[in-house]
């Protein structure tokens, strides 16, 4: 039997991976229904109602004793948040995914750390001393990420898995040289534009990680605000997708399995279990505790998409892949020596809280969804 201590202790690591399986089984069926021909604004128009409604009992019975004042200030801060965060970033990390493969979006996912850095540092909110060992492992970091993110981008390579060209001659149509150009060409295309449409995600994630900051200081509500942001960000999904879009009832219906199973699962265990499993661990051990386990996720994407949807699996995205985890790792090391430092000259009480509200919903992160 294990002591209360025990569980204490591993429980967060638990979460952790648990975190990590839901956000890996996330992208997987996000990337089916997009093949599908799913539509990007109608997939999270449903998504952030179903989080809506399994949010907003949690936040009114958790908070509703220590809830602020909701003023109009706060109501600009949320209505920017639900556009850029639940609404834009999904939409270019659905395009990602379309575009490439979810093991592909997965990798670009563990840059947040590194890009949310270079933000803070822009706008003043990050230190960086040049000369101690952690600002050193923050700068090795990040180069080497973006290395390999400029890797992920520019360089695909061949296939490692499931070589598609395998069937037989008889069956095989022939296919004049020019047509395979073509087709290579245009494949080449939707990877680069996937992988820069992985990457405005990565940024406009950072930047509403800062965003979400300056909220915190005005509602510190975490679980209020976050219930808020999704019902804002799906009257705005809505609203773009009547505007945009055809407007039919056949693009509102879900067809088929896949359809239902993303929506639910995205909307009810991603953005609302996910959700709550993610805030447990921040408060518990702290931020850099849960980016560590950021790459889990890539590894349980990467076996969904081999051995389940049978993805091809690219040499640029493995060497890419290893550079980027190998600078996240020197991030959050810096990172971890700055902040044991700081607090061995001045300890200050951490307000866990506000760090969770950054890492708010996790779709995006993969989103985060």
């Known amino acids: 039997m294990w002591s209360a201590g025990c569980m204490e202790q591993w429980m967060p690591t638990a979460a952790m991976v648990v975190t990590n399986i839901v956000i890996a089984v996330m992208t997987a069926l996000l990337k ?11 997939l999270i128009t449903f998504r952030q109602m179903l989080a809506t409604v399994f949010l907003g009992p949690i936040a009114y019975f958790k908070e509703r004793k220590r809830r602020p004042k909701f003023t109009a200030e706060v109501f600009v801060y949320m209505f920017l948040s639900g556009i850029l965060g639940p609404v834009l970033l999904q939409y270019t990390l659905f395009v990602g995914l379309e575009y490439t493969t ?42 080497v990420s973006l290395t390999g993110a400029m890797l992920l981008t520019f360089y695909k390579g061949p296939s490692l898995t499931h070589h598609h060209l395998a069937s037989s001659p008889s069956s095989t149509p022939v296919v004049v040289s020019s047509d395979v150009d073509d087709h290579g060409h245009a494949s080449a295309v939707r990877w680069v534009l996937g992988s820069v ?64 199973a993303a929506v639910v699962y995205c909307g009810v265990v991603a953005s609302g279990i996910g959700y709550l499993l993610l ?19 890539q590894m ?61 919903d996790v779709a995006e992160q993969q989103e985060r969804v």
């Open 32 to 42: 089916q229904a997009l093949n599908q021909g799913m539509n990007r604004l109608v």
């Open 279 to 297: 805030t447990y661990c921040v408060e518990k051990r702290g931020p850099v505790f849960t980016a560590a386990f950021s790459p889990l996720s």
């Open 197 to 260: 449409s992985m990457l405005a995600n990565v940024v406009g994630f950072a930047v509403w990680l800062l965003l979400q900051r300056l909220l915190m200081r005005r509602y510190p509500a975490v679980y209020s605000a976050t219930a808020l942001m999704s019902l804002l960000s799906f009257v705005q999904a809505g609203a773009l997708a009547l505007s945009t879009q055809p407007s039919t009832v056949e693009m509102w219906k879900l067809r088929g399995t896949v359809e239902i």
């Open 102 to 143: 979810a093991t592909f979006a997965a990798t670009f996912s563990n840059l947040l750390p590194v890009v949310t850095f270079l933000i803070s540092l822009a706008f003043g909110y990050e230190a960086l001393e040049v000369r101690s060992k952690s600002g050193s492992a923050k700068i090795s970091g990040t180069l």
């Open 300 to 360: 349980f994407v990467a076996g969904i998409d081999l051995f389940f949807l049978h993805e091809p699996l690219y040499l640029g995205s493995v060497l890419g892949s290893v550079l980027v985890i190998m600078g996240l790792y020197l991030v959050l090391w810096g990172k971890r020596e700055e902040a044991a430092a700081a607090a061995s000259v001045a300890p200050v009480k951490p307000v866990p809280m506000q760090v969770a509200a950054g890492q708010g």
